[in-house]
């Protein structure tokens, strides 16, 4: 293959796909994206966008006024007609497209996946900020920034409050791990059966480990090296990816359905609004890992960097957003509060 070649999807080939227990979804757009024009990804102007806060949800749990809001824009985004690329249904199946292969490739006929490799963190990192802008515009509020689920702070570590009430019901969630159930941050479909305590602390030592001692080398906490072509696809998620970010999806959707729908499923798994809550905090979680490391904390493949999506902004425009528009946060005009981070010290 040509050097230049890099991954991209092709968005002409929207097509029927397979969950990851192999069952048919559809989650292509009404319309397809090659018919629409496109503009390149533009950096928000600093002198007219302030910096979104995002802040625990849990914390955020007590601000009735914020909670409100964010309430309103999903029932907003919900009410949106499926032809909407902004609509909630929308929003949720572009995770579906982008995790069952509902793409080709733009230079193979392979499919486009974006779990499972070093695709992961910017992937999600783009939806959530598209998703994020659309929420504000819906409210008129440009300050909107999506909460983060800090599941790996012990005081964050239950459904936070506000997901059960409101536009933000699900009803396909695991109903024994509402609130107030601690988390398991390693869960595989048996209960650990630990009390809160001893649950918490088992969460704060596991974060270690996958944030610090197994974590050393980037291509451990990023992923696998995830190139074009036939051969292409690496399938070996880093770190974080693999857990706590699985897992928890895995432990929140309904024990019911057979592949765990919704969050327990790629296909589904954004249609619950927690989703957005739990990428924002894998969203800090990749900030604090550079910043722990400090150099070499950052792939330098031009092949990763040049790789690029397409997203439908706030004004439902469709945008075409490389990896290396991503890596600044504050370029992208967003922070993440301080938060205490447990684990750092929890060396076992
Ligand atoms: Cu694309 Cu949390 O999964």
Redesign the pocket.
């Known amino acids: 293959k040509p050097s230049h070649v890099v991954l991209s999807p092709n968005l002409t080939t929207c097509h029927p796909s397979f969950s990851d227990d192999n069952k048919p979804v559809y989650c292509c757009p009404p319309k397809r994206e090659s018919e629409e024009p496109f503009i390149d990804f533009q950096f928000p102007d600093p002198s007219t966008q302030s910096i979104r806060v995002r802040r625990p949800a849990h914390v955020m749990d007590k601000d009735k006024v914020f909670a409100a809001k964010y309430n309103k824009a999903i029932a907003i985004m919900k009410s949106l007609p499926y032809d909407d690329p902004r609509s909630f249904r929308r929003q949720a199946d572009i ?1 579906c497209i ?2 069952t292969g509902a793409y080709n490739q733009q230079h193979s006929n392979s499919l486009m996946k ?2 499972r490799s070093w695709m ?1 963190f910017p ?2 990192r783009m939806m959530i900020y598209f998703h994020e802008r659309i929420l504000g515009s819906l409210v008129g509020d440009d300050t909107f920034a999506l909460p983060f689920w800090n599941w790996d702070s012990p005081e964050g570590m239950h459904v936070p409050d506000m997901f059960l009430n409101g536009s933000f019901v699900d009803t396909e969630r695991d109903s024994s791990h509402l609130p107030p159930q601690v988390v398991d941050v390693n869960f595989d479909e048996q209960e650990r059966g630990l009390g809160y305590e001893e649950q918490k602390a088992y969460n704060v030592g596991f974060m270690y480990t996958q944030m610090i001692s197994a974590a050393k080398k980037p291509e451990l906490f990023m992923g696998c090296p995830y190139k074009a072509g036939g051969d292409g696809y690496c399938n070996s998620p880093g770190t974080v990816e693999d857990a706590p ?2 897992t928890l ?1 895995y432990w929140m959707g309904s024990n019911l359905n057979p592949e765990r729908e919704n969050m327990g499923a ?1 296909y589904s ?2 249609r619950d609004p927690i ?1 957005y809550s ?2 924002s905090n ?1 969203d800090r979680l990749w900030e604090v890992w550079r910043e722990l490391r400090s150099s070499n904390n950052v792939p330098e493949d031009s092949d990763w960097l040049e790789t690029h999506f397409f997203f439908h902004n706030e004004k439902s425009q469709l945008v075409r957003v490389k990896i290396r528009d991503v890596l600044d946060v504050t370029k992208l005009r967003y922070t993440f509060d301080w938060v205490e981070n447990p684990w750092i010290n929890a060396r076992p």
């Open positions: 995770h982008f995790c974006i779990h992961f992937w999600h970010h699985n999806h790629f798994a954004a989703f739990h990428h894998i």
